[in-house]
């Protein structure tokens, strides 16, 4: 029987192969910045020439972007599925928010079902750090912080899905995030035009969300996940409906006004 000969890897090939799953399990993210070239190998505890070669193989398969005299850049663009001009038309579109919204059901509910089940302490800590920051916007509303409340809002689903350890469902929701975030921002504006009561279990929804991944209570998690994008999905659609209900009104009395 024949054998083949053992080629021994290359140290430049190891080192593509560590930097590719730092990219690919969100540890290395779209436009950040690598450690200098001196810090990086001495990281990894290589040379500097096989540091290069192997940053220099990344950036021909464009995972890497070198900036003149600013370092190497994971690349902006990466796994960018929406582009700025569809996220834009996007956002115009009322359907495209129905749409959306049935998406993060599906999404969401996943995610929170396998952070339950495998978020460790640190993400566990990253977890608690975004409901936090959340938890803050919520001492404080007002319709000036609905921007700041919205990413806020977003980045507390970015980390369950980070604490997932589905590199699939995790850059799914990263190359959503621009459009996830205009899109809470636009359903946190709805929420303030209803009661006291609704934003309210809009809050209760996130901090039994919160609660519930980090005890590990994955059914509950995907569950509660599921009745939040619900609860949204209804609150917005009365909203539209008596925002149509109102302009009609506001139609009828204009032709009912006697001409001067």
């Not at 096989?50 to 690349?75: D, M, P």
Request: glycine share 6%.
């Amino acid at each position: 029987m024949p054998i083949n000969q053992i080629t021994p890897k290359r140290l430049a090939d190891t080192i593509v192969e560590q930097l590719e799953t730092m990219i690919l399990e969100g540890t290395l993210q779209p436009g950040q910045r690598l450690p200098p070239e001196r810090a990086l190998a001495e990281q990894f505890g290589v040379s500097r020439p096989s540091l290069r070669e192997a940053v220099q193989r990344l950036a021909a398969k464009g995972l890497l972007t070198s900036r003149q005299g600013g370092g190497n850049f994971v690349t902006d663009s990466l796994g960018a599925s929406f582009s700025d001009p569809l996220i834009k038309l996007l956002e115009n579109r009322p359907e495209a928010h129905r749409d959306l919204l049935e998406f993060r059901h599906t999404l969401e509910a996943d995610c929170a079902f396998y952070a339950a089940q495998r978020a460790t302490e640190v993400d566990k800590a990253h977890l608690t750090k975004a409901w936090q920051a959340l938890d803050a916007c919520y001492q404080a509303p007002s319709r000036e912080n609905i921007e700041q409340e919205g990413a806020a809002d977003a980045r507390f689903h970015m980390a369950i899905a980070e604490a997932s350890h589905n590199v699939v469902l995790l850059h799914t929701m990263r190359n959503l995030f621009n459009l996830l975030k205009n899109d809470i921002v636009t359903n946190i504006g709805g929420m303030y035009s209803k009661q006291a009561a609704t934003r309210q279990g809009l809050i209760d929804q996130h901090q039994a969300l919160f609660t519930a991944v980090v005890e590990g209570r994955a059914d509950d998690a995907r569950a509660i996940a599921g009745e939040h994008i619900q609860f949204v999905q209804k609150t917005i659609s009365e909203h539209t409906e008596n925002e149509r209900r109102r302009e009609r009104a506001l139609r009828r009395e204009e032709s009912h006004r006697p001409e001067a």
